[in-house]
């Protein structure tokens, strides 16, 4: 459901209707680019345990001085509680163990607490400050419910949109917004509007062509935080290479959304994945297992455990305090675990075992 005037109406309108479960694509994706915004050292941000552990990805660059830095050594190096959890390099995906070194122009996708991914991030000179402003073009159903989060986050918008009547929409449903009439791929007009200065750019536009092309320009005329909208799947793994800052499909976005809510049904009937996110280029599941009664991998040591090839004990969470386990911790019975792996179909914390 996509129209804002029925957002505000959903749970009358599922229990009226008797719907299960409603989505807004456009609103879910909107918030996923907020929590970028709050986080731009990011590419993508995934949350589990209620917000205490994060899943971040970002690329290793020269002034981070992190090549040929072996996995292992990053917590005693920056004195941070934090786990590699995957490795995107070129066309390959790796669940990396202590020995694998890293490289110039990784995708690294790590799980630790927000306060742990913050220590790491401001340690090798990325910033971690919310963003202050945020430049977006196009005016859509999207960019309305991506303002009116930031305006809440007290970050200045400013929207630019071609089409005169929704520029009148939007001034009069986001009174705190500025609302530019012009075209978004005129580069004069973005530079005149403030590119160079602003700290975020999201290109919201219905053309993929247009928001790859805007985002790269604002690349070379701006240091600002890249957002790029793309709608179409069929061209992903050539995006993922043009080092567009963090690239949202709300088509992904949605389902995974639909995936959490269907693994939440199954565990009514004995499966316990509470959370489940699509990660290193959609090679490889982080799922957070609940953990309800006695089974084969409570009470041993995780170096005791036979666990399955290409797969990693991201995070315990016990009662709110978030482990980044080694291997001599243990799973116990209400303990929340999060399981980064390759090995699709993993429905029961038994299932990170060997058969």
């Known amino acids: ?27 879910v994706a909107a918030r996923e680019i907020a929590r970028l915004l709050r986080f731009p050292s990011a590419i993508k941000i995934d949350t589990f345990a209620k917000g205490r552990v994060e899943l971040l990805k970002f690329r290793i660059k020269p002034e981070f001085q992190l090549n040929n830095v072996p996995v292992s050594s990053l917590q005693d190096k920056y004195k941070c509680d934090l786990l590699v959890v995957g490795v995107e390099r070129e066309e390959q995906v790796y669940i990396p163990d202590g020995s694998f070194v890293l490289q110039d122009s990784d995708l690294v996708t790590l799980v630790a607490s927000p306060q742990n991914a913050a220590r790491f991030f401001h340690a090798i000179g990325l910033n971690t400050n919310q963003v202050k402003s945020c430049l977006i073009v196009g005016g859509g159903t999207l960019a309305y419910y991506l303002a009116r989060q930031l305006l809440e ?3 200045k918008v400013l929207i630019v949109e071609q089409d005169k009547s929704r520029c009148e929409t939007l001034s009069e449903l986001l009174p705190s917004a500025t609302i530019i009439h ?14 160079a200065q602003a700290e975020s750019f999201v290109t919201l536009t219905n053309m993929d062509e247009e928001n790859v092309l805007l985002s790269l320009f604002a690349k070379e005329q701006s ?9 179409r799947l069929a061209f992903d793994h050539i995006i993922q290479n043009l080092d567009l800052g963090s690239v949202i ?21 004995g499966s316990n994945v509470e959370t489940l996110y699509h990660i290193l280029d959609n090679q490889a599941e982080a799922l957070e297992f609940i953990i309800r009664e006695k089974s084969p991998v409570v009470g041993i040591p995780l170096s ?13 969470n016990r009662r709110g305090k978030i482990t980044i386990p080694r291997g001599q911790d243990t799973i116990q019975v209400g303990d929340t675990v999060i399981v980064v792996t390759t090995q699709p179909g993993l429905h029961d914390i038994q299932d990170i075992l060997r058969r």
């Open 249 to 269: 499909y709300p088509k992904y976005i949605t389902a995974d959304y639909i995936l959490q809510y269907v693994r939440a049904m199954q565990n009514s009937i």
């Open 182 to 195: 012009g075209n978004g791929t005129d580069r004069k007009l973005l530079m005149e509007e403030g590119l």
């Open 1 to 27: 459901m996509r129209n804002p005037v029925y957002n505000q109406e959903l749970n009358f309108i599922r229990e009226r209707l008797g719907i299960s479960m409603t989505i807004n694509p456009e609103l």
């Open 223 to 231: 240091s600002a935080k890249l957002v790029t909208k793309i709608t």
């Open 153 to 155: 986050m007290k970050i």
């Open 304 to 316: 005791q455990l036979q666990l399955k090839d290409n797969l990693l004990i991201g995070c315990i």
